[in-house]
C-alpha cells in the first residue's frame, strides 16, 4: 500500500469517527434539553446537528478528495475540500442564529429549571468526549495534510468551549436562581460559534481562490535554495497552491545561454524530481525555462561560462520574497 493510500485509509477512518460520535452527542445532549427546557443546553444541541451534518458532508468530501485525477478533472477532486470547509462554516453561522432565536424568549420570560443537575452531568461528559475526538481529529488532519478533517477538529473544539460556557452558566443559574442568564450564556455561545463559522468561511474562501501560502512557499524555496546548482542563476515567479495532498508548483528557471535543448530539459528534471521527492510524490512541478541575459553575469556561478560579459560578484541568497518576484 502506497502512503497516499495509507493517508486516505487514515482521513477515511477519522472522519467516519468524528460522525459517529457527532451522533451519539446529538441524541445526548437534546435529551439533556428535555430533561431542563434550558436554552443554554439547546444551544448546544443545535451546533450539535449541524456537527451531524458537516461531518457527513466532510465524509463525502475527503472520500471525493482521495479519487485519482481524471480526464473529466485533470487536476484531481481535492479542491472539495475547501469547498467542504466553507459549507461547515456556513453550516455554525446558521447554528448561531437559531440560537439567538430560541435564547431571546428566555431572557424576555426566564423561568426556574428542573433536573438541572442531571443536565449539567450530560453536557459535561459530551464536552469530554469533543475535546478528545477535536484533537484527535487536528492532529490526523496535519498529519495527512487535510484542510476538511482541521476544520472538522476546530469545529468540535469550538463545541467544547460553547459546553464550557454553558456549564459555567448553568452553574450561575444554579447558585442565584436567575434564569435570565440560561438566556443569556445562549446568547454569548452564539456569538463565539459565530466568529468561528466566519474564520472557517474565509480560509475555504482563500483555498478555494488559491490564495498564497506563505508557509507554504517558505518549505518550497528552502528546499530549492538547499539543493541549488551552480547552472541556476536564477528563479522567479515561483507559485504554488494545494489540492488536497496535492501541491501545484511553477516558476522560472534561467539557465546559461549557451547550454543546448538536452541540458536545460535536464536541469529541469533534477530540480522537479527534488521537488516530488520532497513533496512525497505527491506534487506537480511546471518550470519554464529562460536563458540568461549579459546583466544577470555578476550573480552567475558558473565561472568557465565561454560567453561571459563580466565577473561574476557572489551567489544572491534566494528567498521567498526574491523567488516569488515578477521576472522579465
Known amino acids: 500500500m502506497t502512503e497516499e493510500q495509507q493517508s486516505n485509509r487514515l482521513r477515511m477512518r477519522s472522519i467516519s469517527i468524528s460522525v459517529v460520535t457527532a451522533i451519539a452527542l446529538l441524541f445526548l445532549k437534546f435529551y439533556g434539553y428535555l430533561l431542563t427546557g434550558s436554552a443554554a443546553i439547546l444551544s448546544d444541541a443545535l451546533e450539535s446537528i449541524i456537527n451531524v451534518i458537516a461531518s457527513a458532508f466532510a465524509f463525502g468530501s475527503i472520500w471525493l478528495a482521495s479519487q485519482p485525477a481524471d480526464q473529466n478533472h485533470p487536476y484531481g477532486h481535492g479542491k472539495i475540500e475547501s469547498f467542504s470547509a466553507g459549507f461547515e462554516g456556513a453550516l455554525i453561522i446558521l447554528a448561531a442564529v437559531g440560537i439567538f432565536v430560541s435564547a431571546w424568549p428566555k431572557i424576555l420570560k426566564p423561568s426556574m429549571l428542573p433536573h438541572l443537575d442531571t443536565g449539567m452531568l450530560l453536557i459535561l461528559s459530551t464536552a469530554i468526549v469533543n475535546l478528545v475526538l477535536g484533537g484527535f481529529l487536528i492532529r490526523i488532519g496535519r498529519k495527512t495534510k487535510s484542510l476538511t478533517l482541521i476544520a472538522d477538529g476546530k469545529h468540535v473544539l469550538t463545541d ?146 565561454p560567453t561571459r560579459s563580466s565577473e561574476a560578484l557572489s551567489m544572491p541568497l534566494w528567498t521567498v520574497e526574491s523567488m516569488t518576484m515578477e521576472g522579465r
Request: aromatic share 8%.
Open 160 to 305: 467544547v468551549y460553547s459546553t464550557a460556557g454553558v456549564l459555567i452558566g448553568l452553574l450561575l443559574v444554579r447558585w442565584t436562581g436567575w434564569g435570565m442568564l440560561d438566556g443569556v450564556v445562549a446568547c454569548l455561545v452564539g456569538i463565539n460559534i459565530l466568529f468561528s463559522g466566519l474564520m472557517l468561511v474565509r480560509k475555504a474562501f482563500s483555498g478555494l481562490m488559491n490564495a498564497a501560502d506563505p508557509e507554504l512557499l517558505a518549505e518550497i524555496a528552502r528546499v530549492i535554495h538547499a539543493n541549488r546548482r551552480e547552472c541556476w542563476i536564477d528563479i522567479h515567479q515561483l507559485r504554488a497552491w494545494t489540492s488536497g495532498l496535492f501541491v501545484h508548483i511553477d516558476f522560472h528557471l534561467i539557465l546559461p545561454k549557451d547550454f543546448t535543448l538536452e541540458q536545460s530539459h535536464a536541469e529541469a528534471k533534477t530540480l522537479e524530481s527534488i521537488l516530488k521527492t520532497h513533496f512525497s510524490g505527491n506534487a506537480g512541478i511546471l518550470i519554464h525555462l529562460d536563458p540568461c541575459l549579459n546583466t544577470e553575469c555578476p550573480i552567475c556561478a558558473r565561472f568557465s561560462c
